[in-house]
């Protein structure tokens, strides 16, 4: 976990959770809200702070990412400023960088505090997969929807597109290919289904990088989803020891594989 690598390299740490987790020993940790930017600010004022990661996906409702998309104009209304068409990680991005001015703090990937995160270009876990054309489509078709602002990942079946992920998120993805599958409207099986997550052309690296995890495998065996494609070099890859562990019990390959960003 990238959180024991920055401790094990000598940096005091403090966690500002948006939603609810399990405490982490050692680890000063303390509930935030979105809705009050200040309290923000003013945790990390008070701790010191010389570098901010931003790790982990959050669903914002339109009040909220309206109300954080003022902030991050300097509460300038709404088409004044430059964030005012920034959607999700964008506004996040937008964000950080406000936090940066006020704070002084260093704006960091995960990746560039855990590198060992980020998925290589070759087999990760499970059986092997043979499908490369296939898997690049994936990929492929998940940077196109990336660059709409629409989502991270989709899924395919050999050629054909079967869904893309929107607001809702990956796990909503997987779990809506599942309805789709018992409907009948995933093909015979002949093309196994691939699920792939490519970083958003227009994304900062700092915030949100595409990740997966044990738990990303065990939905997609449910759903009946053969292989999973990361990004390799754009992506993360989370408790590693465990989603191996998973690939293999659900016999799901995962995968990383390069693609161009021109």
Not at 27 to 56: Q, Y
Request: hydrophobic share 50%.
């Amino acid at each position: 976990m990238w959180l024991r690598h920055v401790q094990t390299a000598g940096y005091k740490l403090q966690v500002l959770t948006l939603t609810p987790r399990e405490a982490i020993a050692g680890v000063k940790m303390i509930a935030i809200d979105l809705d009050n930017p200040l309290r923000i600010i003013w945790s990390l004022k008070v701790f010191r702070t010389t570098h901010i990661a931003m790790a982990g996906g959050i669903h914002l409702p339109d009040k909220a990412r309206e109300e954080l998309i003022r902030f991050a104009n300097g509460n300038a209304p709404a088409g004044e400023g430059m964030a005012d068409t920034c959607v999700g990680d964008a506004v996040l991005a937008a964000l950080g960088k406000v936090l940066k001015k006020i704070t002084g703090a260093d704006l960091v990937g995960v990746h560039e505090l855990s590198p060992e995160l980020l998925a290589q270009e070759s087999a990760i876990a499970g059986p092997g997969f043979d499908d490369g054309i296939a898997a690049l489509f994936a990929l492929e078709t998940a940077q196109a929807i990336g660059a709409l602002d629409i989502g991270q990942a989709a899924i395919v079946s050999g050629r054909r597109i079967i869904t893309v992920e929107n607001i809702g998120g990956t796990d909503a993805l997987i779990d809506r290919v599942g309805t789709l599958r018992t409907r009948g409207l995933t093909g015979d099986g002949s093309a196994p289904l691939v699920l792939a997550k490519a970083m958003q052309l227009q994304q900062s690296v700092f915030v949100d990088l595409p990740a997966i995890g044990p738990e990303t495998v065990t939905r997609c065996a449910a759903a009946d989803i053969a292989a999973i494609v990361a990004e390799a070099g754009h992506s993360l890859v989370l408790q590693r020891d465990e989603l191996s562990l998973a690939a293999e019990q659900h016999s799901v390959a995962v995968l990383g594989l390069r693609i161009d960003h021109g």
